[in-house]
């Protein structure tokens, strides 16, 4: 059994996972670490899900990690070097790496005779070629403070990249994709025969697609702007930005289920969301294609992406030309593939599973 830590500021996400059924084993969440009426801290945290867990026997760990920055392009065996590196870079992921850091302390703590693993969702976007990668400002700046597309959701990516290659019984080698990873954070990704070469979001989470309380792609001048006429400061600049902008700016509501259902009841907020949600995907769409040359298939998957026709058909409605379609009773029924037959594009639906990839990858290390 694999136990899979996904550890936050003030929470942890866990799941033991038999590579064998992938179905079964037991998962759960542990809220409100540090504050009152929770665990007071990561440590009695693992210790309550260690007693949950009894006798299960756990031959690793496996830990997201959400930035690996240029130095982690793989999975890494934890030691006490890998920290050091993991704590070098929580600058590149204030919000994110510190909590990764202190669940991978308290879980080696608790079980010390085990392997640990850090899987890193920044890892499968290493492939991405310099020309994508690279910002256009200044060369040593960038350097020095390592600012440069890193991409983020790469293990759903790449765990959706092989499983879209599977249903359409294609080697992943042999396949061009775009994976839309549709949830409350956002991206698109170009994958090109399994290897990532292009991806929407950048030195943070924050670029690319339209999400729930994220603005996506902004005119950087903004930030600026708003300091100067509105005398916001960039710390609030950046508290906009990442928390009350997206859907929940357009439309006052961060989740796509309660856009769709004021859309429907003729809310103009929501239905400019929506429209500004769908564009921003199209467009991604359309400029992936150009870097893909070819395109086999468009793999939606996480929340959105596989629970919401209405945006699976908006984001793709223009593109039939390009071989792109939908079949609009497939796509109601949230059947696995929802193109039609014969279409030179597939267009398909594939559920995600983090913690299993995860797992397979830990297990591929060290078991």
């Known amino acids: ?108 703590e608790k079980l010390p005779d085990v392997p640990h693993v850090a899987v890193f969702d920044t890892a499968f976007h290493a492939t991405i070629p310099p020309a994508a990668a690279t910002y256009a400002i200044d060369r040593d700046l960038a350097a020095q403070y390592n600012i440069r597309r890193f991409g983020f959701h790469g293990t759903s990516c790449e765990y959706v990249a092989g499983r879209t290659a599977a249903l359409l019984e294609r080697r992943p080698e042999d396949l061009n994709l775009i994976v839309l990873h549709l949830g409350n954070g956002a991206s698109a990704t170009a994958v090109r025969g399994g290897k990532s070469v292009d991806t929407s979001m950048g030195l943070t989470p924050l670029e690319g697609l339209v999400m729930g309380t994220r603005s996506g792609d902004l005119d950087p001048a903004v930030p600026a702007y708003l300091n100067r006429v509105a005398g916001l400061d960039f710390a609030a600049v950046d508290d906009a930005l990442q928390r009350h902008a997206g859907l929940l700016g357009l439309a006052g509501v961060n989740d796509m289920r309660t856009v ?36 086999d298939a468009i793999a939606f998957t996480a929340g959105v992406g596989e629970h919401a026709p209405a945006v699976r058909a908006g984001a793709l409605s223009g593109l039939e030309t390009w071989g792109i379609t939908v079949d609009e009773t497939r796509n109601a029924a949230n059947e696995r593939i929802i193109s039609p037959d014969g279409a030179r594009v597939a267009v398909c639906v594939v559920p995600t599973d983090e913690e299993f990839a995860i797992a397979e990858q830990t297990a591929a290390l060290v078991l």
């Open 260 to 295: 769709l259902e004021r859309r429907a009841a003729g809310d103009e907020h929501a239905a400019l969301a929506f429209d500004v949600y769908c564009h921003r995907i199209r467009k991604y769409v359309g400029a992936f294609h150009a870097v893909l040359g070819r395109l």
């Open 1 to 108: 059994m694999i136990l899979v830590l996904n550890s936050g500021s003030s929470s942890v996400k866990f799941r033991v996972v038999d590579l064998s059924d992938p179905g079964a084993g037991e998962r759960g969440l542990i809220e409100k670490i540090g504050e009152e009426g929770g665990v007071p801290d990561h440590a009695a945290a693992l210790e309550q899900v260690l007693d949950g867990l009894g006798d299960a026997d756990i031959e690793a760990v496996g830990h997201r990690v959400v930035h690996g920055g240029a130095r982690f392009t793989a999975p890494a065996v934890v030691d006490d070097a890998v920290l050091d590196a993991l704590r070098e870079l929580v600058p590149l992921a204030p919000l994110h790496n510190p909590g990764g850091i202190t669940g991978i302390e308290a879980a080696r």
